[in-house]
C-alpha cells in the first residue's frame, strides 16, 4: 500500500475576489522507502502540496489518503495527533525554538505526543536522535551558538524523535553552503536507506539530483515523474570534494 | 482503576510542562511580566487597603456614636426670635423642669432623663483662668451619656436639691488649669462663684463634629439656673429610652405630651426639637457603608484595568510569538495544548499579581491606619475577594489570546517574521 496517494488534489486560495488556483489536479502515489524530490519554480504549486501533503492545510477538493487515512475526514486534534506521530518536518529556515537547547528542540514533539512519554524517555530518545544526526556533542547548545549546517541536524532530529513514516522537507537545503548541503543530503540518505519516506522540494536541480525520483510542477500541474537514472550519491560527492580541496590547497 | 490513575497522571505531566514552559516564558521577559503584573497587584492592593480604611472608618464611627450614649433622645428647646434674630436650637423659653418630670413620669420605655442648661464662661482656678462650657445637668447625665469619673466621684441628687457649688470637670479643662496635678477637692471659680471639684472626668476624646468633649464643667442643673444663668428654662432635656426598637414610640410620646403641655393646637408648629440618636447613628452609618462600597468600587475598577492589562500583553506575546505557536503546531501540539499555554501564563501573572497584591494591601491598610490615626480593619472577605476576583480576570482576559493563539494558521504563523 502507498504511504501517499493523491487523487485529483486541487487547492484553490481565494483573496478578495480573485481566486488563484495553485493546485490543480494533482494525482499522485508515494510509496514507502521512496526518496522523492518536488521540483518546479516559484509559483508553481510546490509549496502549497507540500502543506497539504504535511496536513497543515487542506485540500478544497480531491482527496489525499495517508497510509489509507482519508485526512479531508479527520479534525484538528487528530491532524495534531497525526503530524505529531506519522510525519517530521524539515524547513528552509530551520524553525528552532530561539533561547532553547537543542535537546529540548528535539524533546518537543514528544511533549505533545499521546500518550504521555515519560521525561526520562524523552530525554534518551532526544539524545540518540542527536547522536543520529551527529550532534551528540552540542545537545546542550543553543540555535544560537551553533552553524547553519548544526541547526539543520537539529531540526532533522526533531523529525525524527518520533520514529515517522514520512520526512517532508521545504527546501532544507536553501540555506546553506554547497559542502554542508551535500553533508544534510547525506544525511538524508542514510535516513532514507534506513526505510523513512522523505519527500523534499527544491528548486535546486543538482540537490534534486540525490533523491530517487523527481517531480517536476507547473502552474500547479505536475508535468514530469521520472526515476533518476544518474541518481548522485552524497558520500562520494563528499570525498570528491574534500579531494579537490586539497589538491587545491596543494597546487 | 489503573487507567484512571493512567489517565490523571498523564493530565498532571502535561499540565506541570506547560506550566514550566508559560513560566520560561514570563520569565524571559522579567521586565514586562513584572509591569503587567503591577497593574493587578495595584488593583487588588486597592481593593483590600481601601475596603481595610472603610472599615475602620465605620468601626471608628460606630465607636464615636456609641460613645455619645446609646438609645437616646435629645429634646431641645425651640429657637427665639425677637425681631428678625433667631437664636439657635434650645434659645427659647419652652422646656420647663415640669416637662422634665411629665416625660419621667408619663413616658414609657424611660430609663432616665438629664435636664440640660448650658452655658459658657470663664473659670478661674489655681492662678490660671479658661473658657469652658458649663453644663447644667442631672447625676443621671453620665451614666446616660456611658461617661465615668476617672477619679473623684459625680454629684447627688442631694446635691441637686440643694444646688451645691460642685463641679465636675472633664479632663481637657482640668490640665488647662491645673496642669499635671490631680485637680478633685480644689476650688475653682466661674463667673466668680466658688464651686468644689469633686470628680474629674475619664478623657472621650473629640465628639462628632469635632468638638472636644473634655473640655467642659458638669454642675447640677439647678445651681446653674439659680447661681449662674439665672434661667428658668431649660436649654434641653436627655432622655435615655431601654431598647433601641422603642426609639419612635417613645418619641411620638413626647412630642404629644410636650405639644399638650405647651397648649400647641394642631396647626402650630412644635416649639422644640427631637433628635434620635438612633437616627442620627444610622444615618451615619449607611453614609460611611456608602463610602466604603464606593472606595472598593473604584478600587475594583482599577482591578478592571489591571485585566485589561494583562489581555493587552498577552496579545502583543501571540503576535510576537507566532512562529513559535506555528513551530508547536507543525509538530503536533494540539490547540487545546497551545490554549493552555498561553492561559497559564495570564493566569500566572494575575495569580501572582493577587499574592503580592494582598501582601501590598494589608501593609498599605496598616500604613494608612497610621497615618489616618485610627485602625484599618483588614477583612477576609475582601482578601478572599479580591484574590479571587484577580484570578479569575486572569482566566477571563487570558483566554482570548489564548484562543486566538490556538486558532493560528500554522502556514502563515511559520512564515510570519
Request: aromatic share 6%; proline share 3%.
Given at each position: ?61 480531491g ?32 524553525n ?32 540518540e ?78 540537490i ?6 523527481s ?28 579531494m579537490?580541496e ?6 | ?23 520560561r ?5 522579567k ?5 503587567t ?41 425651640g429657637?427665639?426670635?425677637s ?75 442631694r ?81 435615655e ?21 405647651h ?151 511559520l512564515?510570519?517574521?
Amino acid at each position: 500500500m502507498p504511504v501517499i496517494e493523491l487523487r485529483d488534489l486541487e487547492k484553490t486560495y481565494k483573496t478578495g475576489e480573485v481566486e488563484v488556483k495553485a493546485v490543480r489536479s494533482v494525482t499522485l502515489s508515494i510509496d514507502s522507502s521512496e526518496f522523492v524530490a518536488v521540483m518546479g519554480a516559484s509559483g508553481s504549486g510546490k509549496s502549497s502540496l507540500m502543506n497539504m501533503l504535511g496536513c497543515l492545510d487542506q485540500p478544497t477538493a480531491g482527496s489525499y489518503l495517508l497510509n489509507g487515512v482519508s485526512v479531508a475526514d479527520l479534525n484538528r486534534e487528530e491532524l495534531a495527533d497525526l503530524r505529531n506521530k506519522k510525519l517530521g518536518f524539515v524547513f528552509q529556515s530551520f524553525n528552532l525554538l530561539s533561547r532553547t537547547s537543542a535537546l529540548e528542540n528535539v524533546e518537543l514533539p514528544l511533549s505533545y505526543a499521546h500518550p504521555v512519554v515519560s521525561l526520562r524517555d524523552r530525554r534518551k530518545r532526544a539524545v540518540e536522535a542527536l547522536e543520529k544526526v551527529g550532534l551528540g556533542e552540542r545537545i546542550h547548545h543553543y540555535p544560537s551558538q551553533l552553524s547553519g549546517g548544526q541547526q539543520q541536524r537539529v531540526a532533522i532530529a526533531r523529525a525524527l524523535v518520533n520514529n515517522p513514516e514520512l520526512v517532508l522537507a521545504d527546501e532544507p537545503t536553501g540555506n546553506l553552503d554547497t559542502r554542508t548541503s551535500i553533508e544534510i543530503m547525506g544525511l538524508f540518505e542514510e535516513l532514507n536507506e534506513a526505510g523513512i519516506t522523505i519527500i523534499m522540494v527544491t528548486h535546486e536541480l543538482d540537490i534534486a539530483d540525490y533523491c530517487k525520483r523527481s517531480v517536476v510542477m507547473r502552474d500547479g500541474l505536475v508535468v514530469g515523474d521520472t526515476p533518476n537514472e544518474n541518481r548522485r550519491i552524497a558520500r562520494q560527492e563528499l570525498a570528491a570534494l574534500i579531494m579537490n580541496e586539497q589538491r587545491a590547497r596543494l597546487a | 482503576m489503573m487507567a484512571i490513575l493512567k489517565v490523571i497522571n498523564a493530565f498532571f505531566v502535561r499540565a506541570l510542562q506547560t506550566a514550566l514552559i508559560a513560566l520560561r516564558a514570563l520569565r524571559r521577559n522579567k521586565l514586562r511580566s513584572s509591569l503587567t503584573a503591577l497593574g493587578i497587584i495595584i488593583g487588588v492592593a486597592s481593593v483590600v487597603a481601601m475596603v481595610a480604611a472603610g472599615n475602620g472608618a465605620q468601626a471608628k464611627i460606630a465607636s464615636r456614636i456609641s460613645a455619645l450614649g446609646q438609645n437616646l433622645l435629645l429634646v431641645f428647646a425651640g429657637s427665639s426670635h425677637s425681631g428678625g434674630v433667631y437664636s439657635g436650637l434650645g434659645s427659647a423659653s419652652s422646656l420647663t423642669l415640669a416637662d422634665a418630670a411629665a416625660i419621667r413620669r408619663e413616658v414609657a420605655d424611660m430609663v432616665s432623663t438629664s435636664s440640660e442648661d448650658s452655658t459658657t464662661a470663664q473659670v478661674i482656678a489655681n492662678g490660671r483662668n479658661w473658657s469652658t462650657t458649663v453644663m447644667g445637668e442631672s447625676p443621671d447625665y453620665l451614666r446616660i451619656r456611658d461617661w465615668k469619673p476617672a477619679s473623684g466621684y459625680m454629684f447627688t441628687k442631694r446635691d441637686l436639691m440643694r444646688a451645691g457649688k460642685v463641679a465636675v470637670i472633664g479632663s481637657k479643662t482640668a490640665s488647662e488649669l491645673f496642669g499635671p496635678l490631680d485637680p478633685v477637692g480644689q476650688n475653682l471659680r466661674i463667673k466668680n462663684i466658688p464651686f468644689v471639684i469633686i470628680g474629674l472626668l475619664e478623657s472621650k476624646g473629640a465628639g462628632m463634629g469635632g468638638k472636644n468633649q473634655d473640655d467642659c464643667i458638669i454642675i447640677p442643673y439647678t445651681t446653674a439656673m439659680k447661681r449662674l444663668t439665672g434661667d428658668k428654662y431649660l436649654r434641653s432635656i436627655n432622655v435615655e429610652i431601654s431598647r433601641a426598637d422603642c426609639m419612635e414610640s417613645a418619641q411620638g410620646q413626647i412630642t404629644s405630651l410636650l405639644r399638650q403641655r405647651h397648649h400647641l393646637s394642631a396647626g402650630q408648629e412644635n416649639d422644640f426639637n427631637i433628635f434620635n440618636q438612633k437616627e442620627i447613628a444610622d444615618t451615619v452609618k449607611s453614609v460611611s457603608k456608602i463610602i466604603t462600597l464606593l472606595l472598593g468600587a473604584v478600587a475594583g475598577i482599577s482591578l478592571l484595568v489591571g485585566g485589561i492589562g494583562i489581555m493587552n500583553i498577552m496579545l502583543v506575546s501571540v503576535t510576537e510569538r507566532t512562529r513559535e505557536i506555528g513551530i508547536r503546531i507543525a509538530v503536533g501540539a494540539q490547540p487545546g495544548d497551545i490554549r493552555l499555554q498561553f492561559l497559564i501564563e495570564a493566569v500566572t501573572l494575575s495569580f501572582l499579581g493577587g499574592l503580592i497584591g494582598v501582601l501590598a494591601g494589608v501593609s498599605a491598610s496598616k500604613l494608612v491606619g497610621v497615618l489616618a490615626g485610627f485602625e484599618a480593619v483588614v477583612s477576609t472577605g475582601s482578601i478572599v475577594l479580591a484574590f479571587g476576583v484577580s484570578s479569575a480576570i486572569g482566566i477571563f482576559f487570558g483566554f482570548y489570546p489564548a484562543h486566538k493563539a490556538s486558532r493560528l494558521n500554522p502556514i502563515e504563523a511559520l512564515r510570519y517574521e
